[in-house]
């Protein structure tokens, strides 16, 4: 029985001293590089972070909804709000951590005004990033949308096509890949660096650094306001990872806090 109980013991002793294990989902670039920095940090802290890499839009968050992982960090609000009506989950923001401007890029032409008739273009076939996509080049004056302010702009809302535009729609992460066979793409920030295109000098239009698309890390409801989680924000919006952002993407994303 002594035996027993101090095994017990021993057993209580390492659980109180364990590390706290987080998984987060998270795109390769930066949002899982942003993760790594803060790595350290978090396990002084006790909690063990443990960061899974995506490359695609819907199962961080088909995770997360299904508890397969307790967070994600890849997304931003509208897009979190129509995948939660889409797919039926209740998915929360817990912070907003930065902005990753979305670029028109071409592999042909220096200038938007060099676009020829017709030309082929190809933004992400998402709801969300495809109407910021459209409300980009309605801003570049390439086309006109029937509300100009709505995020959730389809093709077929286009009033106005100067150029006669032929635009498809396409898996984001596949964006930079047809680059070189198309005449424009319009490609999510995260997408561009892990393609080594460099948004403040290869985009040819980028959104402001006003833009309210911010990126955010994703929790559900009842996991929101965990110990763990906490640690993850305050780390996340840290001076030093403030300074991190700034220097090591060097204004293609931007600090949001």
Do not use: C, W
Request: hydrophobic content about 45%; overall charge neutral; proline content about 5%.
């Amino acid at each position: 029985m002594k035996k027993l109980i101090a095994a017990f013991a021993a057993v209580a002793a390492f659980s109180a001293h364990a590390a706290e294990t987080l998984t987060v989902a998270a795109t390769p670039v930066p949002h899982a590089e942003i993760l790594e920095f803060v790595k350290p940090v978090l396990a002084k802290e006790g909690v063990d972070l443990k960061v899974k890499v995506f490359t695609d839009y819907v199962q961080p968050n088909v995770q997360v909804a299904e508890k397969r992982l307790d967070a994600n960090f890849f997304q931003h609000q509208p897009y979190l709000d129509e995948f939660n009506k889409a797919k039926g989950t209740h998915l929360v923001s817990v912070a907003g951590v930065h902005v990753e401007p979305l670029g028109a890029y071409s592999s042909k032409y220096k200038k938007l005004a060099d676009l020829p008739g017709g030309a082929a273009v190809v933004i992400p076939n998402d709801a969300t990033n495809g109407g910021r996509a459209l409300l980009l080049l309605q801003k570049a004056g390439l086309i006109k949308l029937k509300d100009a302010t709505n995020i959730l702009s389809t093709p077929k809302d286009i009033v106005e096509n100067i150029k006669d535009l032929k635009i498809r729609e396409l898996e984001a992460a596949t964006l930079p890949r047809v680059l070189t066979q198309v005449d424009l793409a319009l490609i999510n920030t995260n997408y561009a660096l892990e393609a080594k295109l460099d948004p403040s000098k290869d985009a040819l239009i980028i959104e402001g650094k006003d833009s309210p698309y911010v990126n955010i890390l994703v929790a559900r409801e009842d996991d929101k306001d965990s110990d763990a989680m906490k640690k993850l924000v305050a780390a996340l919006h840290s001076p030093e990872v403030k300074a991190f952002i700034l220097e090591k993407y060097k204004g293609a994303i931007v600090p949001a806090f």
